[in-house]
C-alpha cells in the first residue's frame, strides 16, 4: 500500500493489495458514545452537543461541537485519570469501547496506530505559558509536562490495554486516519503484530477553535468539533478463524501530494488508483464519505475530484462533519465510522463499495475503500 504519486501512468497498473479485516470499532463524538448514536445524529434524530466545555476559557463566535459524557472513570477507572488531558481521555474512552464489542481479549499481540496533528494542543500552549508565569521556568508543575508529548495518548492506551504490539503515532493532519491505516497494513505485513488498533483523535480547545476562527479556513457556518474514532484491523483469516466478526474490510489506502492548482486532480488521481487496487470499478462505488465539508473552496474541490474518478457522486453520500464539526486528524477514521453507522441512502441493507477522501489545502490527498459486504472473502 505504497504511497501514491499525484499522476498515475495509463499504461502502469497498481499491484493489489491484500484485504484487512475491521473487526470492532469505537468513537467519542458530539452525538455521544458508540456507532449507534452516530448514526442517529447523521440521520437527523439525535441531536449533538453544541455546547463548548466548561472549563472557563473563552471559546470564538462560532458554532461548536464537544463530547457530552466521556465516563472515563466508568469505561477505563479511577486510577491516574486526574492528570490526563482531554486528548488522552478521548483516545483511551474510543479504543476501550472497541475492545467492549470483541467477544475475547485480543492478546498481547495487539499494537496501537495513533493518528494526530501535534497531540495536545492545549497542553502544549498551558505548559508553554507556565513558563512564562511562573517566577522561573523549572518551577512548572512536573506533572503537566507528559501530556504535551505527541505520543502520550498511544502509549497510555497500550499500557492501559495490554497492548504490547508496535506502538506508533502519526502527525497527519486531515490525512492522518489513512495514513495511519496505510501504516497499519504495513506493519501487519512486516509481523510487527497480530492486530492493530487503529485511532484518531482530537481535542476542543480554545487554543485550536481561535485558529481555525482566525484562519478563514472554516465557512462562517461551520462548527469547530472534536472526537475519536478506534478500529481494530487484522488479517482476514486470522479474524474469520477466531469467530470475531467483519464489520467491513479495508482494501486501499493511497496517499499522495498535488500542488493547491491541482489539489482535484490529484485526489481523483489516488482514488483511481486506490480503486484499481482493490479490484473496483466507479460504478461499484455505493457511498463516499468526505473529508473537507466546511472548509472553504476545499469542499467543491473534493466533490469535482470524486465526481471526476467515479463519473458522479454514488448514492450515498456521508458528511460527518456537518454533523460532528470540524475534527481535523480525527477526521478520516471518523468518516469511516459514518459509513459503518449511516442507514443506506435506498434503505435497505449495508454492502457495496465505500470511498473515504481526504484532502489538505498545502497538498497532501488521500483515500481509502471499505468493502461494506460483511459475507465476502
Known amino acids: 500500500m505504497s504511497t501514491a504519486t499525484a499522476a498515475v501512468t495509463a499504461d502502469r497498473r497498481a499491484p493489489a493489495v491484500i484485504p484487512l479485516a475491521l473487526t470492532a470499532v469505537g468513537v467519542a463524538t458530539p452525538a455521544g458514545l458508540g456507532l449507534e448514536a452516530l448514526g442517529r445524529a447523521l440521520a437527523g434524530s439525535l441531536t449533538v452537543h453544541a455546547e463548548p466545555l466548561a472549563d472557563g476559557e473563552t471559546p470564538p463566535p462560532r458554532p461548536v461541537r464537544t463530547v457530552p459524557d466521556l465516563r472515563t472513570a466508568e469505561l477505563i477507572g479511577r486510577k491516574g485519570v486526574r492528570h490526563l488531558d482531554r486528548t488522552t481521555k478521548l483516545g483511551l474512552v474510543a479504543c476501550r469501547l472497541a475492545l467492549d464489542t470483541l467477544p475475547e481479549p485480543v492478546g498481547e499481540r495487539t499494537g496501537v496506530v495513533l493518528g494526530t496533528t501535534a497531540g495536545s494542543v492545549r497542553s502544549s500552549s498551558e505548559y508553554s505559558l507556565e513558563t512564562l508565569r511562573q517566577e522561573r521556568p523549572y518551577l512548572v508543575n512536573p506533572s503537566l509536562f507528559p501530556n504535551t508529548v505527541m505520543n502520550c495518548a498511544a502509549g497510555q492506551i497500550a499500557i492501559r490495554h495490554g497492548l504490547r504490539g508496535v506502538n506508533a503515532t502519526l502527525a497527519g493532519g486531515h490525512l492522518a486516519g489513512v495514513q495511519a491505516l496505510r501504516y497499519a497494513r504495513n506493519a501487519l505485513r512486516q509481523g510487527q503484530a497480530d492486530r492493530l488498533l487503529v485511532a484518531a483523535v482530537e481535542e476542543f480547545s480554545p487554543q485550536t477553535a481561535w485558529g481555525w476562527h482566525r484562519s478563514g ?105 456537518a454533523t460532528v464539526g470540524e475534527c481535523l486528524s480525527a477526521d478520516g477514521l471518523l468518516q469511516v465510522a459514518a459509513v459503518l453507522a449511516a442507514r443506506p441512502a435506498d434503505g435497505g441493507a449495508r454492502g457495496g463499495t465505500a470511498v473515504i477522501t481526504s484532502l489538505s489545502a498545502d497538498g497532501p490527498v488521500g483515500c481509502a475503500v471499505l468493502d461494506l459486504d460483511r459475507s465476502a472473502g
Open 217 to 321: 479556513a472554516l465557512a462562517a457556518a461551520a462548527p469547530v468539533g472534536e472526537g475519536a474514532a478506534a478500529l481494530m484491523v487484522e488479517p482476514e483469516e486470522l479474524a474469520r478463524a477466531a469467530g470475531r466478526p467483519v464489520l467491513a474490510r479495508v482494501l486501499a489506502c493511497e496517499t499522495g501530494f498535488a500542488t493547491r492548482a491541482r489539489l482535484t486532480g490529484g485526489l481523483a488521481s489516488v482514488i483511481s488508483t486506490a480503486l484499481e487496487r482493490s479490484g473496483r470499478s466507479p460504478d461499484e462505488v455505493t457511498a463516499v464519505s468526505l473529508g473537507a465539508t466546511g472548509r472553504s473552496t476545499l469542499d467543491r474541490l473534493e466533490e469535482r475530484a470524486v465526481v471526476r474518478a467515479l463519473g458522479g457522486l454514488p448514492g450515498q453520500v456521508v458528511r460527518v462533519k
